[in-house]
């Protein structure tokens, strides 16, 4: 009586093998635009929580307050003079008895390979000022700000963009854009 041996036969696993690097060249470019997808999508509801913080404590407080391009030092929180959006926000207050007060600080990194960059800004690049009734003062009727949340991989003109916006009446919102 013969006994069969059970296993895999040097072609069988040459053909397994073969297939699953086909499956995975196909799915990691995929899982990449995945990924970075989402980091351009983070970066901008953040920007969304920052600024709607900010029109919030202006509305609450009944001062002006600001959202500002960070400076960059932990120990001292303050407006830069640079627009390097993509270095972290703090909302402050503007003006009043509290003037100068930090009210929050975002200290971020953008994502690797994610940008965000100021496309509209009213008069000011590197600002937003609420006032107390929660509207954007540095606005004219029919202006808005618009930022641009984008990955590196982004081809322009090509969709896979965030854009956060805030019209005169001072409300935030990101919705989809195309990268520039």
Not at 78 to 91: E, F, I, L, P, Q
Not at 140 to 145: A, L, T
Not at 165 to 178: D, F, I, K, S, Y
Request: charged share 20%.
């Amino acid at each position: 009586m013969m006994i069969r041996q059970a296993g895999f036969t040097l072609l069988e696993l040459l053909i397994t093998v073969i297939v699953a690097i086909v499956l995975m060249a196909v799915a990691i470019p995929s899982f990449v635009n995945f990924i970075e997808s989402n980091r351009v999508t983070g970066l901008a509801n953040q920007m969304v929580t920052a600024l709607n913080v900010a029109r919030s404590e202006a509305i609450r407080r009944v001062e002006t307050v600001e959202l500002c391009v960070f400076n960059g030092d932990p120990e001292d929180p303050d407006c830069a003079s640079d627009a390097n959006w993509a270095r972290g926000w703090v909302a402050r207050v503007a003006s009043g008895d509290n003037a100068g007060a930090v009210i929050r600080v975002w200290e971020l990194d953008a994502p690797a390979g994610v940008t965000l960059i100021r496309v509209e800004s009213g008069d000011s690049q590197n600002v937003v000022r609420y006032n107390p009734m929660g509207r954007v003062q540095t606005l004219e009727q029919g202006e808005r700000m618009l930022w641009r949340a984008q990955g590196n991989r982004c081809a322009a003109g090509a969709a896979g963009a965030r854009m956060v916006e805030v019209n005169r009446v001072g409300r935030p919102q990101a919705r989809e854009g195309t990268c520039g």
